[in-house]
Nanobody, 118 residues
Framework: QVQLVESGGGLVQAGGSLRLSCAASGGTFSGYEMGWFRQPPGQSRELVATIYWSTGSTYHADSLKGRFAISRDNAKNTVYLQMNSLKPEDTAVYYC???????????WGRGTQVTVSS
């Protein structure tokens, strides 16, 4: 059973950067896609970025293009989210997910808190 473990969250000042990591353990992820959602305080979860496992192609939410970038290291079975020029509105719990077919999100990490101070 694959488990996803996020790391790299924390407190950063506006304009700063963070890199989140999501490591898959308990097996090699060989599904359709992995990616990141986030949930700001009092709001619903929203898709941040996706990386398609077979091709390496990516999707980023329009509002985050140019600031956030998803990448992967196949050898480490790890997905990253590089976040630059962070804004207070980026404050959220960031969740890693894995999807076997693209139709459902079978795997979730527990989340990592990102707080951006103004």
């Amino acid at each position: 059973q694959v488990q996803l473990v996020e790391s790299g969250g924390g407190l950063v000042q506006a304009g700063g950067s963070l890199r989140l990591s999501c490591a898959a353990s308990g097996g090699t992820f060989s599904g359709y896609e992995m990616g990141w959602f986030r949930q700001p305080p009092g709001q619903s979860r929203e898709l941040v970025a996706t990386i398609y496992w077979s091709t390496g192609s990516t999707y980023h939410a329009d509002s985050l293009k140019g600031r956030f970038a998803i990448s992967r290291d196949n050898a480490k079975n790890t997905v990253y989210l590089q976040m630059n020029s962070l804004k207070p509105e980026d404050t959220a719990v960031y969740y890693c997910y894995g999807s076997l077919t693209g139709d459902a999100y079978e795997y979730w990490g527990r989340g990592t808190q990102v707080t951006v101070s103004s």
